[in-house]
């Protein structure tokens, strides 16, 4: 894979602070959440397996699941992680609209405050958050929240309490169920993820 020209990645970043400007941070009011999406994406070479799960809310009944594979056309790039995983992500999605999706990766809490859920959440025009293992270096101040073992971030149309709400409701064992169940459809453990769907 050829590496990406520092002159274009200036030209994308100055794109993603432009883009951060549209983002909308509000409310959600949870009590009228009835869906949830999650989306993950794992690498082998240069294809990517993203799988989306649909849960019920509060309960986390998988209702559907999904798996693709894309071949990926960008290397993995710390803060351009939008740019790589952007289309894995919306062909796993499909016509699927929850009423919020959990992404694995950032959303405000980027150094340009817009990573990949948020990126996705205007693509699509859904409420998301974004959830990560781990925060990022020159994130904003306060753009994320630790809830166990996840860094909860506003992606698009919510608000960060709205947001901590909602991953609290889904948290199994430390980490959103949800988002469990899509890492493990990515990587291949189906198995795990029908033995896991309806645990509390």
């Not at 992500?89 to 950032?106: C, F, I, K, S, Y």
């Not at 994130?139 to 149309?157: M, R």
């Not at 169920?177 to 029908?194: C, F, I, N």
Request: aromatic residues 6%.
């Amino acid at each position: 894979m050829e590496r990406i020209p520092s002159e274009l990645l200036e030209k994308i970043a100055e794109l993603q602070r432009k883009l951060a400007e549209r983002v909308v941070e509000r409310p959600l009011e949870v009590s009228k959440v009835r869906t949830v999406g999650a989306v993950d994406v794992s690498y082998k070479n240069e294809m990517a397996r993203a799988a989306f799960v649909l849960c019920s809310f509060p309960d986390c009944k998988l209702l559907k699941k999904r798996v693709v594979k894309v071949g990926v056309s960008f290397p993995y790039i710390s803060t351009f992680f939008f740019l790589r995983e952007t289309r894995p992500v919306l062909v796993a999605v499909g016509r699927e609209r929850p009423d919020v999706l959990l992404v694995e990766g950032h959303g405000r809490a980027h150094p340009r405050g817009y990573g990949l859920a948020s990126h996705i959440g205007l693509v699509l025009g859904i409420p998301t958050i974004g959830v990560a293992k781990r925060p990022l270096r020159g994130a904003p101040k306060g753009s994320c929240v630790k809830v166990g073992k996840a860094y909860v971030s506003v992606g698009h149309l919510i608000d960060l309490p709205s947001a901590v709400e909602i991953v609290k409701a889904l948290s199994r064992g430390g980490y959103p169920l949800p988002l469990r169940l899509a890492d493990r459809l990515s990587k291949g453990a189906q198995h795990e993820a029908r033995k896991n769907s309806g645990s509390h």
